[in-house]
């Protein structure tokens, strides 16, 4: 079965200051899909990485960045200087292969104060 | 095609009563899925269609849900004899993982209000 950890459930930090948003996942397959999406106040889902289980490079962009470790199962991510506009929930998400239902965390609400 | 689209999005609606939610899709995906949210929850999946046929249904989805894609193309979500219970968010997504497009695109969702 497969299940997704997202143990902080808000973080508050003041604009400028990096944050991380951790997310374990537990997997029977070798072949998954972890994904990050981002739902602001506006409440649409907005997709912002896929991740393939064979590939552990990380990526950055921007200001957004990730490390995916399958030694620890986890996939975190990272904003780097943060802003007032980073304000929103963040969801932490696997499929696994066949990409058919994905499984969310429930959830990290990061606040960024001016 | 900028996006999935979904339809109304908002629903109020008494209790016993039925409802019908549409989705589009991004034109291109062959896949769409449903998904539920309750408020400070994640989505959690109802069922998925690839074309025309509903291929997976979660044990959330009672047999007061049904959902229909008779086209391949736009899809509709029916919850019959409505409860509070089934108050909510219902979201819609689409993908194509035939052309490695395994992300699914969301829609804004249709929040439900049963009183």
């Known amino acids: 079965a497969q299940k997704v950890t997202q143990a902080q459930t808000e973080i508050s930090v003041v604009e400028k200051e990096d944050v991380t948003l951790d997310c374990v996942y537990e997997?029977?397959?070798?072949?998954?899909?972890l994904f990050w999406y981002k739902q602001p106040p506006s409440g649409e889902l907005v997709f912002l990485i896929r991740?393939?289980?064979?590939?552990?490079q990380n990526e950055i962009s921007g200001r957004y960045s990730w490390n995916f470790q399958k030694s620890t199962s986890s996939f975190n991510f990272t904003i780097t200087a943060s802003q007032v506009v980073d304000s929103a929930v963040y969801f932490c998400?696997?499929?696994?292969?066949?990409?058919?239902?994905?499984?969310f965390g429930a959830g990290t609400r990061l606040t960024v104060k001016p | 095609d900028t996006g999935v689209s979904q339809d109304p999005r908002h629903k109020i609606t008494k209790r016993g009563q039925n409802v019908t939610f549409r989705c589009d899709p991004i034109?291109?995906?062959?896949?769409l899925y449903w998904y539920r949210q309750t408020l400070g929850q994640g989505p959690e999946f109802l069922t998925y269609?690839?074309?025309?046929?509903?291929?997976?249904k979660s044990r959330l989805l009672s047999d007061r849900f049904s959902a229909e894609r008779p086209k391949g193309s736009f899809s509709t979500l029916e919850i019959q004899r409505t409860e509070q219970g089934d108050s909510a968010m219902y979201l819609c997504?689409?993908?194509?993982?035939?052309?490695?497009?395994?992300?699914?695109?969301f829609g804004p969702g249709t929040r439900l209000t049963v009183t």
């Open positions: 997504a689409s993908s194509s993982p035939g052309t490695g497009t395994y992300e699914q695109y």
């Open positions: 998400a696997l499929s696994e292969e066949g990409g058919n239902d994905m499984r």
């Open positions: 997997t029977r397959d070798t072949t998954y899909y």
């Open positions: 269609f690839q074309n025309e046929a509903q291929l997976e």
């Open positions: 034109s291109e995906h062959n896949r």
């Open positions: 991740r393939n289980s064979f590939d552990e």
